[in-house]
């Protein structure tokens, strides 16, 4: 894909559906009894990993061009896969389903891509192990593969050192099919959205916040069935952040994205927006689903550096390569700290962020734990390298409607992962 500077971004756009929340309709709406409706269901390549991988299990699941249907045959319905589990890029596939076939009583092998199978899996295979769990990975390096065989299961409670919700997720899975309760603190609270869609199922969930920390807890007691639900999935904060940035640093733009979800365990870019002097407004707010969603509009706005650190970093994790384009771009300096989970993710991001705004002429140095950004010179066009990470191309994307010349983002197939409609929206945005 190539692209080059454009000024005046008019417009209105729709995001497509939230992946987190895309995920978990599949996984929950399987092991639920009775059917599960999702509407605005993200059709990317990651959630349609986990729809093959419940289909692999068992589920029935139609696709239509307006929804998706889960038959789910609740917790013990599943039915044990006749090949490897393939989830493919798709980091939240495999951790949280890892959780619910720990407690089956028949064995499963999972494994992803070349990124994938690189990426950490002890933060799962250690919990789940002291749940009881026969978990392991093949090549015994913490990775995926992954191969598990049937035991049972009991509650704990963990303490987990990364504020992950893939982690949580995972163990509050398992922790239906544990005898007693399942619980799980972590440093400062990551996306809710599992709690919140698990309640809205049935189960017996709670969140705390101790009053003597500020760490986070979630706890869940077995017994209860889950029940088909009806979802219509908010659209996806970490899609809308590609434009929210392209309104505020093109110039003389002005763009309303529409039916965003804005839970505030994932809302952190709108602060970060804001504190950099982004002109951002939140319309027509509302809670649906027990997620809240807004209408953003936003205009081109002088930004300037800050600093971004402490808790606020779970709640913009996948927001940090666009707001560290949005910081090149920025009057100043943007440091950003406590992010180290960057380095685990899709690519380690600390350094795809640096090589690639590096080769666009922006001055950033990376940290052990983020990145020092010193805004304000102009961006040149250059060649991207995404090494096929969806996020890096999205944010380079609109690095580039702000460089001068040509940028060239290789591999710009890879938005497939969460955005597979990235390009067309913005040409549509573009012909408005
Ligand atoms: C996700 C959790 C986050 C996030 C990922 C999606 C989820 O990962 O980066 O894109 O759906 O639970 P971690 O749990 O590793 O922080």
Known sequence: MELCSITGLRGKVSVPGDKSVSHRCVMFGSIAKGDTE?????????????????????????????????????????????????????????????????????????????????????????????????????????????????????????????????????????????????????????????????????????????????????????????????????????SAAYFIAAGLIVPDSEILIENVGINPTRAGILKVCEDMGGNITLLNERTEGGEKIADILVRTSQLHGITIEGDIIPTLIDEIPIIAVMAATAEGTTLIKDAAELKVKETDRIETITDNLRAMGCDITPTEDGMIIIGGNKLKGAHIHTLLDHRIAMAFSIAALVAEGITKILDSKCVDVSYPEFYDTFEELLAE
Do not use: W
Request: aromatic share 4%; hydrophobic share 35%.
């Open 38 to 238: 999702v509407h605005n269901f993200l059709k990317g390549a990651d959630c349609l990993a986990t729809i093959r991988c419940f289909r692999a299990l068992g589920i029935d699941i139609e696709e239509t061009d307006s929804a998706i249907l889960i038959h789910g045959k609740g917790l013990r319905g599943l039915t044990a896969p006749s090949e490897v589990l393939d989830v493919g890029n798709s980091g939240t596939t495999i951790r949280l389903i890892s959780g619910i076939l720990s407690g089956q009583s028949f064995e499963s092998n999972l494994s992803g891509d070349e990124s994938l199978n690189s990426r950490p899996m002890k933060r799962i295979i250690d919990p789940l192990s002291q749940m009881g769990a026969n978990i392991s990975s093949v090549l015994r390096n913490g990775c995926a593969p992954l191969y598990i065989t049937p035991h049972s299961l009991h509650g704990i409670h963990y303490e987990s050192p990364v504020a992950s919700a893939q982690v949580k997720s995972c163990l509050l899975l398992a922790g239906l099919y544990a005898e007693g309760e399942t619980s799980v603190s972590e440093p400062t609270l990551s996306r809710n959205h599992t709690e919140l869609m698990l309640k809205e199922f049935g189960a017996d969930i709670h969140s705390t916040f101790a009053l003597d920390s500020s760490r986070a807890t979630a706890s869940i007691i077995p017994g209860r069935e889950l029940c088909g639900q009806k979802i219509t999935v908010p659209g996806d904060i970490s």
